[in-house]
């Protein structure tokens, strides 16, 4: 992360058992309109993504009985899930979170349906909190939030 001062909050998610019930609270009663809503077949999960200023809240369903967030909800119940920090760098934010000793949940970067990439700290090294760390590249199709 060798730019800390280009770091910023990209979005707060949030386990749901159903979108559309969580969009009665934050749609209806905010005013807070879904910018996207989107599959992501490989996590199983189904995200509806709230602009909120220079951030999003992204609300996460499980698509499947056995998904991350099924059994997020099924140990926890609903509520934050992680909180995803927008680097400039993924491979150099990586590398300065190795080098510090602190854990990914897997070594393997990830894209997403929109073509950021995006890897997840352990939430056992950053005080216990589930840590995401995304980068858009140039093409990317995510409207990038400035």
Known sequence: MSSRKNLKIDHIGIAVNSIDQALEFY???????????????????????LPLGESRLELLESSSEDSVIARFIDKRGEGLHHVAIRVPDLEVA????????????????????????????HPRSVTGVLLELVEYPEDSKVEVID
């Open 27 to 49: 749609r209806d009663v905010l005013g807070v309109e879904p910018s996207d809503r989107f599959l992501a077949e490989r996590e199983q999960i189904e995200a509806a993504l």
């Open 94 to 121: 990586i590398k300065r979170i190795c080098t510090a000793g602190i854990h990914l949940v897997t070594d393997e970067i990830q894209t997403s349906p929109g073509g950021y990439r995006y890897i997840f700290v």
